[in-house]
């Protein structure tokens, strides 16, 4: 596609409930990092991706967090048991293998757990 | 550990004069980058300059420029003629040495131009 895709774009959901968040990365881009924007926060790194494999785990804040990428292409990112301390905007940003500044983000997807 | 620092967390500027962000940086690579995001309250990132570190003039893009300092380990955005439209919260970001080239985010400046 043209750019980064996140879906969905808002989600609410109550405490102790799982939720999946997907990012379509540009095509051909290789690389794919996650990352929590949490309220008037800047950007906290989560997880990267090159090709289907997440070589650098080391941001995600607890094993209730895990994300998997698919084909080279899509990626989900779930939180098992939703925390109230979840709620923040995850944005995902693709780059193409090759470049050292070509980062794309997506628009986010803005969770919040009542 | 690298770092990026944002002292300013809010900063007032009239339309049509420059602003100065500032942004500071700590890390032992010596191959680094170092970039501008801006996020306008719809929440999207948008790239707006970049500056690798063997780079010897300061970048610039349209009314962006990147005032590049590596002795003092500085990177502070300038906006020239700023318009109403650049109201927005802005990020430092250097991308990480190593396999995985992520990028490390500061904690913002938000920017407020004033009619």
């Known amino acids: 596609g043209a750019g980064v895709s996140q879906s969905p774009s808002n989600k609410v959901t109550e405490k102790g409930k799982d939720v999946e968040l997907r990012c379509d990365p540009i095509?051909?881009?290789?690389?794919l990092y996650w990352y929590r924007q949490s309220l008037g926060q800047g950007l906290e790194f989560l997880i990267y991706?090159?090709?289907?494999?997440?070589?650098?785990k080391s941001g995600l804040p607890s094993d209730r967090f895990s994300a998997e990428r698919t084909g080279g292409s899509v990626s989900t990112l779930t939180i098992q048991r939703t925390q109230q301390e979840d709620s923040a905007v995850y944005l995902c940003?693709?780059?193409?293998?090759?470049?050292?500044?070509?980062?794309?983000f997506g628009s986010g997807t803005r969770l919040t757990v009542v | 550990a690298q770092k990026i620092t944002q002292t300013q967390p809010g900063m007032f500027v009239q339309e049509k004069e420059a602003v100065t962000l500032d942004c500071t940086y700590d890390?032992?690579?010596?191959?680094?980058?170092l970039f501008w995001y801006k996020q306008p309250s719809s929440g999207e990132m948008i790239f707006l300059i970049y500056?690798?570190?063997?780079?010897?003039q300061n970048a610039t893009e349209g009314r962006y420029s990147l005032n590049f300092q590596k002795a003092r380990k500085s990177a502070n955005l300038v906006i020239s003629a700023s318009q109403l439209g650049d109201s927005a919260m802005y990020f430092c970001?250097?991308?990480?040495?190593?396999?995985?080239?992520?990028?490390?985010f500061g904690t913002g400046t938000l920017l407020a131009v004033q009619p």
């Open positions: 500056q690798g570190s063997y780079d010897e």
């Open positions: 991706f090159q090709g289907n494999s997440a070589p650098d």
């Open positions: 970001a250097m991308r990480e040495g190593g396999a995985t080239n992520k990028l490390i």
């Open positions: 890390t032992s690579d010596q191959s680094y980058g």
């Open positions: 095509s051909g881009h290789t690389a």
């Open positions: 940003a693709s780059r193409e293998g090759g470049s050292h500044y070509g980062y794309t």
